[in-house]
């Protein structure tokens, strides 16, 4: 790998894409965000990527043929067929290299254990949680067709329906204020209207829509509303599942565990997945924040693809650029 060989790490996991270039060293050369990687929230996914990329080798002075490897963590890659509408995603004049797409739960592993055996929960714009095993077994919920509901869309559409359903007291009545001025009606009559229609027809409106409100239910939450601790407490015990399905392939007694995204790394929802997972009667649990982000997952995937070792010196570069940016 001479000095102008790059590799291009991609977290398409959430509402922006995020794209990193990295020379053999770990000295990141660009980084950017654009739009949704996902054609299940953005219809202009594929220009969104490969313009990005595009951007980023210009921002790095480099060229599509200086890169070695690519490794893109996409949102929705969850069957073989979904390579129809992945693949062309990084297709890019001039760029022959390998180019590995992989689910986005698998590049925020890399980044944040490391590789190392643990599990990872990702709840934010999606819903996932995997873990390494000590013998490397790659395990996702999915597998046990296991769904915890924690996407940021589906709490607030949980508890849009309670508050619907008359499943709501005194204490909720701020949430409800916020609720009323969030969809922009008046009265709860109007938003019961307003969901009779369905809301918004274009489903990805729609539900950015709703993500948009989750902040307000884990707030919420944090302030004693009934609705939403209800909501919050039954994607948590959604998640303790998911986990314990999942530690039980662990060897070990003690499993790390670790989350990403702005629900499970909601005030409410950490204290209350700490409390719980104390409680566990199988494993014993160690609660550890992720090293790196899953871009950086990303590129440590590529630099491996092209033969690099990830030695103390490309941590450290990473390290750098990581503290730099918070």
Not at 123 to 133: H, L, R
Not at 153 to 165: C, G, T
Not at 254 to 260: G, L, M, P, Q, S
Request: charged share 20%; proline share 2%; hydrophobic share 45%.
């Amino acid at each position: 790998m001479d000095n102008n060989q790059v590799v291009i790490g991609i977290d398409g996991g959430g509402t922006n894409t995020r794209v990193m270039v990295s020379d053999k060293h770990g000295h990141v050369l660009a980084y950017l965000e654009r739009g949704s990687a996902s054609i299940y929230k953005d219809k202009q996914a594929a220009s969104n990527v490969r313009g990005a990329i595009g951007e980023a080798l210009q921002q790095a002075g480099r060229t599509a043929a200086d890169v070695q490897a690519l490794v893109a963590g996409i949102a929705g890659y969850d069957a073989p067929s979904d390579l129809e509408w992945i693949t062309p995603l990084t297709e890019l004049d001039g760029l022959i290299c390998p180019r590995i797409h992989v689910n986005d739960a698998v590049s925020a592993h890399s980044g944040a254990l490391m590789g190392k055996p643990g599990i990872v929960v990702i709840a934010g714009t999606g819903s996932i949680i995997v873990g390494v095993t000590e013998d490397g077994q790659f395990i996702r919920n999915y597998d046990f067709h296991h769904y915890a509901a924690t996407a940021a869309r589906s709490i607030a559409y949980d508890a849009v329906y309670e508050v619907l359903a008359g499943e709501y007291d005194e204490s909720d009545q701020e949430f409800l204020k916020v609720m009323l001025a969030h969809w922009g009606v008046a009265a709860l009559s109007e938003l019961a209207e307003t969901a009779k229609q369905g809301f918004t027809a274009d489903r990805r409106e729609r539900d950015k829509q709703f993500g948009d409100f989750a902040p307000v239910v884990t707030n919420s939450a944090e302030q004693g509303s009934s609705v939403a601790i209800r909501v919050c407490e039954r994607a948590i015990g959604q998640i303790k599942i998911g986990i314990e399905l999942i530690a039980a392939s662990f060897a070990s007694e003690e499993v790390a565990v670790t989350f990403i995204g702005s629900v499970a790394n909601s005030r409410y929802f950490l204290h209350a997945l700490r409390s719980k997972l104390a409680q566990g009667n199988h494993k014993r649990y160690l609660i550890t924040h992720p090293q790196f982000p899953p871009a950086i997952g990303s590129v440590l995937l590529a630099l491996k693809k092209a033969g690099i070792a990830i030695d103390d010196s490309v941590i450290h570069q990473l390290q750098r650029f990581e503290f730099s940016n918070k």
